[in-house]
């Protein structure tokens, strides 16, 4: 009985493997005709375009699951969810919309606002106007037109200035010619591209590192001299010219932040493992740092009487007033400190599976790990080997953005990435 369901179960992956293919020469067929009429109406004002190349996404899914891959664990678990969705009788929705082309999502600014839109081409415009279409509020409608479906949302607050027949009156204008469009980012072999006013950014995917690229243009020039920085040790993170940039703290703009995380070291009477760490934040105008400090932390941190050092849950840290604008805290108690380079403005480096190499038997930490996110998150990061990603400043009109995520020998970035998505809950 127990080899014919093994006998049973192989069929049923080899099924499996057939349907995969099939939709491999689906895409390679009929895509290749396919006219992708949804590239054709990006509105020429909007701010932000994604263009998902789902054909591509697809391809090198099932190259990596089933053809390079010897992860059967993950191929087993795929085929165990097939599986039990057929128990359960589900079946999948058709809501028109031919996943095997591109999609693209947009940000438009409207009204008092912006609305944020999907266009997508579509094989059954009455299939989409039933599911989708049915589904529509005083901010989110749906149209269709030349085979393409466009859902537009208004993120402005209800009833402000807008409603859905001004909605209606915008998808109706977007696919038609009645306003200017854009052309769509170029796929340039990436499986996601960017573009539209603000820049462009592309992800790649190598053997067994995701790679991503980009340009943008600064809303404000960067002339000032820039701060010190730690320097980088262990798993690093620095950012400088933050008050340039929309982002604050309680109406206080950061200027500067550098983290050096080092490790973790041995718990306490509680349980708590110390987390080893330096610590450099800089702030664009005077602050009152134990005030700060203490609104953040509250009670679980308290100063020594020379304010020279400060306890977190019970563990010492190192404390140092750099100046009326800035402070140092950390494990170290005289930390190496560098002048930052004025155009490099973000920079994180390291392995991120650092974090997550404790040892403790807490009862906190045990029911952390039981929560589905963070136990997807520490596999993903434990799968990783490491990550460089960049911004920096070329010029007064220029930033570049690169970065690479490279994963440990014999793990593949797409089938780490579906593992978190189950494992987090993500897919049902």
């Not at 701060?227 to 309680?250: E, I, T, V, Y």
Request: neutral net charge.
């Amino acid at each position: 009985m127990q080899a014919l369901k093994a006998v049973i179960r192989s069929l049923g992956l080899l099924f499996l493997l057939g349907v995969l293919f099939g939709i491999i020469f689906i895409t390679d067929t009929l895509l290749l005709t396919s006219k992708q009429n949804q590239l054709n109406y990006i509105p020429a004002e909007a701010e932000l375009v994604v263009r998902i190349h789902s054909r591509a996404i697809i391809e090198q899914t099932l190259q990596s699951v089933l053809i390079d891959s010897e992860d059967t664990k993950l191929v087993n678990t795929l085929y165990r969810k097939l599986k039990q969705q057929t128990k359960k009788g589900k079946r999948i929705t058709n809501d028109g919309i031919d996943y095997l082309s591109d999609i693209v999502l947009f940000q438009l600014p409207f009204k008092t606002s912006y609305v944020l839109g999907i266009l997508v081409k579509l094989n059954d415009e009455d299939a989409f106007e039933e599911t989708i279409g049915s589904t529509v509020s005083a901010q989110r409608v749906a149209v269709t037109h030349n085979e393409v479906g466009l859902i537009l949302t208004y993120k402005g607050k209800e009833n402000d200035h807008a409603s859905s027949i001004d909605l209606e009156q915008l998808a109706d204008n977007i696919l038609s010619n009645s306003t200017q469009k854009q052309k769509a980012p170029q796929s340039n072999k990436s499986l996601v591209s960017v573009g539209g006013k603000l820049g462009r950014f592309e992800l790649h995917l190598a053997k067994n590192t995701l790679e991503f690229s980009g340009t943008f243009s600064p809303n404000t020039s960067i002339n000032r001299p820039a701060g010190n920085r730690l320097q980088a040790k262990g798993f690093h993170l620095s950012a400088s010219h933050l008050s340039d940039l929309p982002f604050a703290m309680d109406d206080v703009p950061l200027e500067n932040i550098s983290f050096n995380f080092l490790g973790i070291g041995a718990p306490n009477d509680y349980g708590i493992p110390k987390i080893n760490f330096e610590l450099l934040v800089g702030f664009h105008q005077k602050i009152d740092v134990a005030t700060l400090l203490k609104d953040k932390i509250g009670d679980a941190l308290v100063f020594s009487d020379d304010k020279q050092e400060i306890s977190v849950m019970n563990h010492s840290y190192y404390f140092k007033k750099l100046n009326d604008s800035s402070f140092y805290m950390g494990s170290t108690k005289a930390p190496v400190l560098e002048r930052t380079n004025s155009s490099n403005l973000f920079q994180v480096s390291g392995n991120p599976s650092s974090f997550f190499a404790y040892k403790s038997n807490s009862i906190a930490l045990t029911v952390i790990e039981m929560n589905p996110l963070f136990h997807a998150t520490k596999q993903l990061a434990q799968a990783t080997q490491s990550m460089n990603i960049q911004l920096v400043k070329k010029d007064e009109k220029r930033l570049d953005f690169t970065g690479q995520i490279c994963f440990k020998k014999g793990k593949s970035p797409i089938n780490e990435m579906i593992r978190f998505l189950m494992s987090a809950n993500f897919l049902p």
